[in-house]
């Protein structure tokens, strides 16, 4: 029930909300890999997404946590939600905005095309609307936005800019405007989700799992991974839900033998390589280096193995002591998904980079390096004597001016708010 309680000043409204309180049950961790002052956590499933009123237990099973709904709403509040998006079917993206918690802020980055159809126009008009009907603030920026790649330029972040001088393309590029909008906003945590996504349901669950995580973390140096329940693409009839994807299962396997060359024992810890649908605490994502293309999502893991697993000096001493968690949480909604890529783009578009991330890697031995090769030899991804090429990295948030990155954009924020049209408010595209 809620009670809006009008004061004098009309513009002054005091919102007073009752509501159920409720819980969700998720399996403790049964097994933690450390490797250094990274710990990973096994796959933990989702028990129950809505435990019921908040009441007090006799008897809890020490494998099951109970996190009780003002927890969740705590974290989600704290939250920016970043969906990268690129020419998708505006009801898709209507469905995943709609399943956004409210006190999540939404920052959408588009890469969409802007001539003939306008589909960035379609998109901002669309997210307007939902911000009109459900009273909240969301924000909009297209990946080539002008004043953006401006404010990059100005503080020295220019790596992630093309010969154009604008950002460039790739969802990776995207993440990152996402993040520094993120903690522009004042969030300590971002989350991202891909906007092809068939289930609204789905979409609710990711980010209700991402609080979860957040709250059995005890580092704030925090990862949440989602490894889907099914995956299945919409082709004709559903059919068949797959639990694994190819990209996917190589992924895991390598990135599990670079853990293995220093620890002497093969895990089998790591399901979450390439998952789209991930989570960070703003203190983590300020610290890493992305990569281009798809290997973003394999980088991130890489990149902490390599830099916090104990091969070499860390330097903050705050990771030192509190160390990295990277929680991987199994989802009960499947992920279902617009079926229109092609062997190519998934071998040698996702594939490719991918491994080229684990192969580069300092920690990868010549044992690995040679099954990486065998392996997009077999995928048609390389030629006979060929070695896949590093991805492009780019500098950690860190390493930018942030202040005076926030004196660029501040002025600039009225043209990406969604929240509503605002006169005389014009685009820098």
Known sequence: MIYAQACDNIREVKIIKYRVEGEMRIENPRYTE???????????????????????????????????????????????????????NTKLFEGVISAIPHDCLVIVVSNSQRMKIDKFKAERELLTHFCELTQ?????????????????????????????????????????????MAKLLNKDYVGFIDTDNFIPGSVW????????????????????RILWKYKHHVDGEFRHFRKWGRVSS?????????????????????????????????????????????????????????KFGGSSPIAERSI???????????????????????????????????????????????????????????QNCLKPNEEPSSPRIYPPIKTVDFNRFAEFIKPRLANYSAAKERKGSTSSL
Not at 205 to 222: D, H, I
Not at 338 to 347: A, M, N, P, Q
């Open 34 to 88: 450390r490797f250094g002052s990274v710990k990973i956590n096994e796959v933990q499933r989702v028990i129950e997404l809505d435990s019921g009123r908040k009441r007090n237990y006799e008897k809890e099973l020490l494998s099951v946590r109970r996190i009780d709904e003002e927890r969740i709403r705590d974290i989600e509040e704290k939250m920016a939600i970043v969906l990268p998006i690129k020419n998708e």
């Open 136 to 180: 909240r603030e969301a924000f909009i920026v297209h990946q080539k936005d002008k004043g953006f790649a401006q404010a990059l330029k100005e503080v020295g972040y220019t790596d992630i800019l093309g010969n154009d001088g604008l950002v460039r393309d790739g969802k990776c590029e995207g993440m990152i405007i996402g993040i520094l």
């Open 205 to 224: 669950e990711y980010v209700a799992n991402y609080a979860a995580g957040f709250n059995m973390a005890s580092s704030p140096y925090s990862m949440v």
């Open 250 to 306: 190589f992924s895991n396997q390598f990135v599990d033998a670079l853990i293995s060359n220093r620890t002497g024992f093969e895990p089998d810890i790591i399901k979450t390589a390439c998952a789209g649908e991930h989570a960070m605490s703003l203190k983590l994502a300020e610290l890493l280096p992305f990569a281009s293309g798809y290997a973003v999502e394999t980088y991130e893991l890489v990149y902490i193995l390599e």
């Open 320 to 378: 030192r002591d509190r160390g990295i968690e990277i929680f991987q949480i199994e989802t009960k909604n499947p992920h279902v998904h617009e079926s229109r890529k092609d062997e190519e783009h998934l071998t040698k578009k996702v594939l490719l980079p991918s491994l080229s991330a684990i192969y580069h890697s300092s920690l990868c031995e010549p044992g690995v390096k040679k099954k990486i090769l065998d392996t997009l030899l077999a």
